[in-house]
């Protein structure tokens, strides 16, 4: 009985060990995202809600995917939060039928908040994509697709229009748009098991 009650313990301690350490990680990955001040209407990837903030959550909740976090909606912005640490794990915005020149004003918005994309694709996508300590430009980003050496990506925006961005042809066209601002590490210690 004494040696299975000691690999229980030794279990139990590699458990609680694992938790911590997880813990530790998840609380460090958050603050190299908030240190990167990817931003939108004063919320801040990673970061704690202020007070009025969660005035604001508490005003105009929405339905959460997950029972670790809550969501909520400020103006047209929707925000995702960490319920235990109060800290911002999504921000996103939709738009429904819009024409060509409000998705490129949409695009513009976040050229000038963001500057220079990583990366954009078929004139429908556009991405923004962080490493640890910067924003990787087209340049890095092609160079690392050349050596295959994927880059260590830890937050990105992406912009997503139904309908082309640019395309002289589509100028009458109306489609849907979302952007939405992530950290895909982030978000796999949010996962429900």
Request: proline residues 2%; charged residues 25%; aromatic residues 10%.
């Amino acid at each position: 009985m004494g040696k299975i009650s000691g690999i229980i313990a030794v279990c139990f301690v590699l458990f609680f060990m694992a938790g911590v350490s997880s813990a530790q990680e998840q609380d460090e990955l958050f603050n190299q995202v908030e240190k990167l001040k990817i931003q939108r209407q004063g919320y801040v990837l990673g970061g704690q809600l202020t007070k009025a903030q969660q005035a604001i959550a508490a005003k105009n909740p929405l339905e959460a995917a997950s029972k670790k976090v809550f969501k909520f909606r400020d103006n047209n912005l929707n925000i995702v939060v960490d319920k235990e640490t109060l800290r911002v794990l999504v921000m996103f915005e939709q738009f429904e039928k819009i024409s060509q020149q409000q998705v490129q004003e949409k695009v513009g918005e976040l050229f000038i908040a963001y500057e220079d994309p990583t990366i954009s694709a078929h004139d429908k996508v556009v991405y923004w994509a962080w490493g640890k300590k910067e924003k990787y430009t087209a340049d890095q980003f092609d160079m690392a697709r050349e050596k295959k050496k994927p880059l260590a990506i830890i937050a990105t925006v992406k912009f997503n229009s139904e309908i082309k961005i640019m395309d002289k042809n589509e100028t009458q066209a109306v489609g849907d748009v979302y952007y939405i601002i992530s950290s895909d590490p982030l978000l796999k210690f949010f996962h429900d098991s």
